[in-house]
């Protein structure tokens, strides 16, 4: 099985390609990453020297190289998680959000057509769904609730899925989407809540949180998310949605306290600022399909998690410290100084 994973440079990728060279060791996994600021060679490190592994530095919007590309390797099939996915930055500057998240789908989805494919996988996102009410606490995203979207990311996402589906439906391409809840865990990126509030306690800097804090979150470990895609790629109906989240809401405020407690750092460091523009209120993610279907269920408590990734923040500055003092310091400035 030859599998190209796009995007696998990033924080879920990486883990993506762990999990499957480990579970899979006779497959071929193909990275394609164009190594954004998001994007991290040494992150892939452990596994450069695998036979079964091979990075390609590529843009999914480049026709050309995408098409070579599959002339090269003829993959039966491709698990799309390149995108820009930080919502922040799409409110920001939405252009490339769309050109990467919906026109880099579609060529994705084309060479698919061209050459060939057993699956296409859209790694997606509860986002698309919108927001939930803090007041329901009865109310869930399922694969059926209506695509309602607040951010230019979120949109993006939005508007690729309904390719995805459109592609199945027009041209047959035999496509899944798996719709998850926010991830922790090794490798994420530290613009994100959870390792950007670790990296500050650690620094003892002030932990910015968006107004209240009272904004709800699903949060999964990431290898419960990788466990999920490789059940839906194998054993997953074409043409379907597949919903990913164990149950596990938290609020922002909440989060931010625990890091603190674990780390020994006062809650005086925690800052409230000028919230996120458009701020979705609640994500709860429905996984009874997922769970009836495919028996999926998530593996990791969020109590051990977030020990886990705390923990790979300490031994792994190594990782985190070239990223935080480069570029990221002028985004951090751009994004926090006035906030
Ligand atoms: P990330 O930002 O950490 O990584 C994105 C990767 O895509 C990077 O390696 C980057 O270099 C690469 N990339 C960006 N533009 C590219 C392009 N034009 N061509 C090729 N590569 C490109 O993102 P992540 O958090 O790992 O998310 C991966 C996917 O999962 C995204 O599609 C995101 O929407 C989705 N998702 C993320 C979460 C989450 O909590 N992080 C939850 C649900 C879904
Ligand atoms: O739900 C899935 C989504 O989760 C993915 O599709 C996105 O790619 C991923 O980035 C994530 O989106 P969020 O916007 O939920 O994640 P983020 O880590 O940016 O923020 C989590 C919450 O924390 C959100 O309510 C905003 C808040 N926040 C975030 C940052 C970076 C703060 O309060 N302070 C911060 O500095």
Known sequence: MNIIVTGGAGFIGSNFIFHMLKEHPDYRIICLDKLTYAGNLSTLEPVMDNPNFRFVKLDICDREGVYKLFE??????????????????SIENPEVFLQTNIIGTATLMD??????????????????YGDLPLDRPDLFFTEETPIHTSSPYSSSKAGADLLVLAYHRTYGLPVT????????????????????????????????????????????????HCRAIDLIIHNGKVGEVYNVGGHNEMKNIDIVK??????????????????????????????????????????????????????????????????????????????????
């Open 177 to 224: 989407i798996s719709r998850c809840s926010n991830n922790y865990g090794p490798y994420h990126f530290p613009e994100k809540l959870i390792p950007l509030m670790i990296i500050n306690c650690l620094h003892d800097k002030p932990l910015p949180v968006y107004g209240e804090g009272l904004n709800v979150r699903d949060w999964l470990y990431v290898e419960d």
């Open 111 to 128: 060479a698919c057509r061209k050459y060939g494919i057993q699956r296409y996988h859209q790694v997606s996102t509860d986002e698309v």
């Open 72 to 89: 090269e390797e003829y993959p039966d099939m491709v698990v799309n998680f390149a995108a820009e996915s930080h919502v922040d930055r």
């Open 258 to 339: 625990l890091i603190c407690k674990e780390l020994g750092k006062p809650e005086t460091l925690i800052t409230h600022v000028t919230d996120r523009k458009g701020h979705d209120m609640r994500y709860a993610i429905d996984p009874t399909k997922i769970h009836n279907d495919l028996g999926w269920l998530p593996e990791t408590k969020f109590a051990d998690g977030i020990k886990k990734t705390i923990q790979w923040y300490l031994d792994n500055e190594d990782w985190w410290q070239p990223i935080v003092s480069g570029e990221y310091q002028d985004y951090y400035e751009k994004m926090y100084k006035n906030r």
